[in-house]
T-cell receptor, first 115, second 115 residues
Framework: TQLLEQSPQFLSIQEGENLTVYCNSSSVFSSLQWYRQEPGEGPVLLVTVVTGGEVKKLKRLTFQFGDARKDSSLHITAAQPGDTGLYLCAGGDSRSMEYGNKLVFGAGTILRVKS | EAQVTQNPRYLITVTGKKLTVTCSQNMNHEYMSWYRQDPGLGLRQIYYSMNVEVTDKGDVPEGYKVSRKEKRNFPLILESPSPNQTSLYFC??????????????FGPGTRLTVT
């Protein structure tokens, strides 16, 4: 069974601080996605990384896929209250051609940015 | 507007009373799935469907049924709900264009309480 562990589970910081969220596994994934979920809504895709070592930037958010495609990180620079939410990483099943678009989700990191 | 809709958004029911949660997408996606979200456990896949009349079990299928008679609809059926099925449920859809480039679009969620 493929598992993804996210850390920390909860993060409360002041506006302007930097933070990093980690997503780790002992399994190799074909791709890694990060979603953001706000209360009362479904998760919304932020980014997909597919190549080991890949780094993608989305404004103040930087995503990295580990060289071995077993882990990923999300770094937010100068966090703002609007960044508050639940951040979920999701790994693409390496057998996805057989199992369709199966994703394995981490438990999530709750981020609260105080102004 | 591209979207996934779910109904109802909130449901309180009693043990054993059959219920159906509807899901519909307007993006002509082949792939649809149902997840449940529980604190500390993240999103776990219940059932998925790769196309009309093609469905299969996810990681936690016990106590649930699905059907895919039309491409746009993917209802979740609880024949005899029990309290351990109290959870937040999400329907998701995506195109099936390859194993690593898909984005899953989530509905707004259905909060189910079984007493």
């Amino acid at each position: 069974t493929q598992l993804l562990e996210q850390s920390p589970q909860f993060l409360s910081i002041q506006e302007g601080e930097n933070l990093t969220v980690y997503c780790n596994s002992s399994s190799v994934f074909s791709s890694l996605q990060w979603y953001r979920q706000e209360p009362g809504e479904g998760p919304v895709l932020l980014v997909t990384v597919v190549t080991g070592g890949e780094v993608k930037k989305l404004k103040r958010l930087t995503f990295q896929f580990g060289d071995a495609r077993k882990d990923s990180s999300l770094h937010i620079t100068a966090a703002q209250p609007g960044d508050t939410g639940l951040y979920l990483c999701a790994g693409g099943d390496s057998r996805s051609m057989e199992y369709g678009n199966k994703l394995v989700f981490g438990a999530g990191t709750i981020l609260r940015v105080k102004s | 507007e591209a979207q996934v809709t779910q109904n109802p958004r909130y449901l309180i029911t009693v043990t054993g009373k059959k219920l159906t949660v509807t899901c519909s997408q307007n993006m002509n996606h082949e792939y649809m799935s149902w997840y449940r979200q529980d604190p500390g456990l993240g999103l776990r896949q219940i059932y998925y469907s790769m196309n009309v009349e093609v469905t299969d079990k996810g990681d936690v299928p016990e106590g649930y049924k699905v059907s895919r008679k039309e491409k746009r609809n993917f209802p979740l059926i609880l024949e005899s709900p029990s309290p351990n099925q109290t959870s937040l449920y999400f329907c998701a859809s995506s195109s099936y264009s390859g194993p690593v480039t898909y984005e899953q679009y989530f509905g707004p969620g259905t909060r189910l309480t079984v007493t």
